[in-house]
């Protein structure tokens, strides 16, 4: 059965929650919406097992997320039954120097139901190439 309306409603929101949870670099708050096995895939870093391995990362890349603005769009969500997979683009904003797009990305999560509450269980970023290009640009000088 295709997930209901209010599913994907939670689930967008949820999405929503976790941008403003690394712009506040609230990591309670993020993890809070992870299952505890839970898979992240960051695009420029190994892959991270676990909600305390996931926290030691978000904690140890700080700087990367301090002072900038993270903007999910163009989100669909397709599944059914207790698990879904939500795609995203990603834009991240400098908020606390001149304002310019700092990061473009895809996401794609995934979700299942647990104890009636949708819980991400593998996130994966797939940095936009460009933007490893700007990277290199600007460390060139």
Do not use: C
């Not at 309670?28 to 991270?48: I, K, Q, R």
Request: aromatic share 8%.
């Amino acid at each position: 059965m295709p997930l209901e309306l209010a599913d994907r409603l939670t689930i967008h929101e949820l999405l929503a929650r976790l941008d403003h949870a690394v712009d506040a670099q609230d990591w309670d708050g993020y993890l809070s919406h992870f299952h505890a096995d839970a898979v992240m895939e960051p695009g420029f870093a190994p892959p991270t097992t676990g909600r305390d391995a996931i926290r030691a990362f978000l904690v140890a890349t700080e700087g990367n997320t301090k002072g900038k603005r993270h903007i999910v769009s163009n989100v669909f969500v397709d599944g059914s039954g207790g698990e879904a997979v939500a795609r995203s683009y990603l834009t991240v904003i400098e908020r606390e120097d001149i304002p310019r797009v700092v990061a473009t990305a895809m996401i794609v999560d995934t979700l299942v139901r647990h104890d009636g509450q949708w819980k991400v269980v593998r996130h994966q970023v797939a940095v936009d190439p460009g933007m490893f290009k700007a990277y290199e640009a600007m460390k060139a000088g």
